[in-house]
């Protein structure tokens, strides 16, 4: 997967007009979306997760942590063989929408 690729899923699974900053790392990106200053004024960064976008497509949802420290969390996790974070891409969900999404 190519880091352009990356951004047009995470930009798709979360349905924004915001630009997304990808930070990159040896198992994928880190994936947050940028606010504006009006939805951040509007608290809408309150909450606000962290994706992690691996090389392999699979995408999963993190707590709202910086980045950095996100990206942190996943590699000790895959370096100890395991995932971290809830996965919401691929689905099985019938509508093709990422787990816990709403369908348009």
């Known amino acids: 997967m190519t880091e352009d690729e990356a951004r047009e899923l ?3 699974l979360l349905g ?5 900053a990808l930070h ?3 198992f994928g990106w880190a994936a947050q979306e940028v606010l504006s200053p009006e939805q951040r004024a ?6 606000q997760g962290v994706f992690i976008i691996d090389q392999n497509g699979v995408v999963t949802a993190h707590r709202s942590l910086p ?5 942190e969390e ?11 974070g ?7 969900e019938p509508t093709g929408q990422p787990t816990g999404q709403p369908t348009a």
Not at 42 to 47: A, D, S
Not at 74 to 84: D, H, N, P
Request: positive net charge; hydrophobic residues 35%; glycine residues 8%.
């Open 10 to 12: 995470i930009v798709r």
């Open 16 to 20: 924004t007009q915001n630009p997304v």
């Open 24 to 26: 990159p790392f040896e």
């Open 42 to 47: 509007q608290g809408m960064h309150v909450g």
């Open 67 to 71: 980045p950095k420290l996100i990206i």
């Open 74 to 84: 996943y590699k000790a996790a895959r370096e100890a063989g395991r995932t971290s």
């Open 86 to 92: 809830r996965q919401v891409w691929p689905t099985d």
